[in-house]
């Protein structure tokens, strides 16, 4: 059973920095991609970065170039979400999300996600 579950959200002021983590379990295909998304109030859920497992190869939206980074750490089985420049536009609630296969930026094609962690960016 693949189970992904996010932490670290919170409250930061504009310029400030915080790490999201996905615990991620389950997810036992030689190839996965775990993806970060969000979600604005009364706005579509958005990509934000993705990274291959197996390829190492990452994707940002360009909104959060140059801002946000991913990464993993194979013993934890965790990918963090480095995010730093923090803008009040970036408030949102972020998921993590998992697929078998490689990058993509279309959620509709993440077949697990987490519960979501909220995060808030003040001016």
């Known amino acids: 059973q693949v189970q992904l579950v996010e932490s670290g959200g919170g409250l930061v002021q504009a310029g400030g920095s915080l790490r999201l983590s996905c615990a991620a379990s389950?997810?036992?295909?030689?190839?996965?991609?775990v993806g970060w998304f969000r979600q604005a109030p009364g706005k579509e859920r958005e990509f934000v970065a993705a990274?291959?497992?197996?390829?190492?190869?990452?994707s940002y939206a360009d909104s959060v170039k140059g801002r946000f980074t991913i990464s993993r750490d194979n013993a934890k089985n965790t990918v963090y979400l480095q995010m730093n420049s923090l803008k009040p536009e970036d408030t949102a609630v972020y998921y993590c999300?998992?697929?078998?296969?490689?990058?993509?930026?279309?959620?509709?094609?993440?077949?697990?996600w987490g519960q979501g962690t909220q995060v808030t960016v003040s001016s």
């Open positions: 990274f291959s497992w197996s390829f190492a190869v990452t």
């Open positions: 389950g997810l036992t295909s030689s190839t996965y991609t």
């Open positions: 999300a998992g697929k078998r296969g490689g990058i993509t930026t279309e959620g509709r094609e993440y077949n697990y």
